[in-house]
């Protein structure tokens, strides 16, 4: 069975200030990873993911995330936030023969202060 | 080019009664997921419709059942509604069910059980 550890429950932060939203996972399969976004009141909205390949995957608004296969890490991180940026992220996992069935972590609120 | 639709946006129900949610797919995507996200929780997987079958379910009681249509379109049914089924009701679709296909999600609707 696949789990999702987010570490932090909120994460405040100041504008053009870096952050980063912390992600651990386990699973005994090969996993896919993923970051969504949550604005108020809104669905979810993929930020980037991890299939295969490079582990620094680039994403959508300046996000970027690094898959650390040692430390079942796939952190998340943005050099300078925007006022724009406050939301709920939520990192997932998807495992072999899952069929597209993610598993959440519970999220983590960032909120980005003038 | 229409992302996931759902209908309707909210919902007021009485515990014991019975609801119907609704989602439409985005264009081209053929898979359909459903997700419930309670107030400061992760989304948690219901289930999942392809080909107009249920192919995977979570840990979700029998209350819960769905269909799909041969449009790709998908109704999620919740029976004998308890107060605790009050959250966000998510529906996501993607091109086939495979492992990494990313989830484009609706903006969900809000159910609550008074």
Redesign the interface.
């Known amino acids: 069975a696949q789990s999702v550890t987010q570490l932090d429950s909120q994460v405040p932060v100041f504008e053009e200030a870096p952050v980063e939203l912390r992600c651990n996972y386990s699973s005994s399969v090969s996993v896919y990873l993923f970051w969504y976004v949550q604005y108020p009141n809104q669905g979810l909205q993929l930020l980037l993911k991890y299939l295969s390949g490079s582990t620094l995957v680039k994403g959508i608004n300046g996000f970027e995330a690094e898959f650390n296969k040692s430390q079942t890490s796939f952190h998340l991180r943005k050099p300078s936030v925007h006022i724009s940026d406050t939301a709920e992220y939520f990192c997932a996992v998807s495992g072999s023969n899952q069929g597209g069935k993610l598993i959440f972590g519970q999220g983590t609120e960032l909120s980005v202060k003038p | 080019d229409a992302g ?1 639709t759902q209908s309707p946006t909210h919902l007021i129900k009485t515990r014991g009664q019975q609801v119907t949610l609704r989602c439409s797919p985005k264009s081209g995507h053929d ?1 359909v ?1 459903w ?1 419930q996200q309670a107030l ?6 219901i289930f ?1 419709y392809y080909e107009e079958e249920e ?2 379910r ?1 840990n979700f009681p029998d209350r819960f059942s769905g269909h799909q249509f041969p449009n790709y379109s998908s109704e999620l049914n919740v029976n004998a509604l308890l107060l605790g089924d009050s959250a966000l009701y ?1 529906c ?1 679709s ?1 091109l086939g ?12 609707t809000r159910l609550t059980v008074t």
């Open positions: 996931v898979t997921s997700y400061g929780q992760g989304p948690q997987f999942q192919r995977q979570g998510l996501a993607s069910p495979q492992d990494n296909s990313p989830l484009h999600f609706g903006n969900g």
